[in-house]
């Protein structure tokens, strides 16, 4: 599955740049919303969510590419004590809760082509998104840069000022298996084994509703010189 995500990702990057840019524009905004973790201790969506957001500048390419950058923060928790059905958690009895910074880079494939000026015949769609981060994970009180893939879902709806509104939907793949720090091997305060799984890395979900401020920089296509 992620082999064909990252595929899909690679094809609509390479084709931005055969876009025309048509009406080259964007806009800068502010993000607020949630996040939960999936990993070792929680494996169901929106258990545990936290508060998240960030701000963000999206470059449209024309109506139906768009590329942005987040700068984003997220509150990752989960607590083996919530858990009343699972002996095996009520007894490791593991618990975390780490704040995390990061950026994201993305692409943004719009379904319907979108038009956010003029008289707007499509002020709004649905769209798909996806690229690489970077996140700052706090690990035995140390901070250790990881790298991510975020994918997934979103929708943006443009007023006939300069203002725009919003929702993203990520899922974030890290490429560790210390979000939640559980142990690799029993310690002398905990004797239960297995107390991770070693073959799986930690997963976290960024979503979150915006307001954006769109602005306009004209660019002279060379085409047409």
Known sequence: MLRQIS??????????????????????????????????????PFRGTRPAGGIFYRHNFNQRYSAKGIFSYA???????????????LERGYSFTKNTFGFMALGEFNFVPFQSKGKMLTPYTLYLQGGLGLMMLPVDDSKKLNVTVPFGLGVKYNTKKKWAYGADFLMVKTF????????????????????????????FSYFAIYLSYKFEYPQKCPSFD
Do not use: R
Not at 76 to 88: E, G, I, P, Q, R
Not at 187 to 194: D, F, G, H, L, T
């Open 176 to 203: 560790s298996d210390k979000v939640d720090y559980v142990a690799d091997s029993p310690s002398e305060s905990n004797q239960i084994k297995q107390l991770s799984v070693k073959s799986g890395k930690d997963w």
């Open 7 to 44: 595929v899909l990702l690679l094809l609509c990057f390479i084709s931005l740049p055969l876009c025309a840019e048509e009406y080259p524009e964007g806009d800068l905004g502010v993000q607020l919303g949630g996040s939960f973790y999936l990993g070792d201790i929680n494996k169901m």
């Open 75 to 89: 509150m990752l928790h989960a607590d083996d004590s919530t858990f009343k059905h699972s002996d095996y958690q």
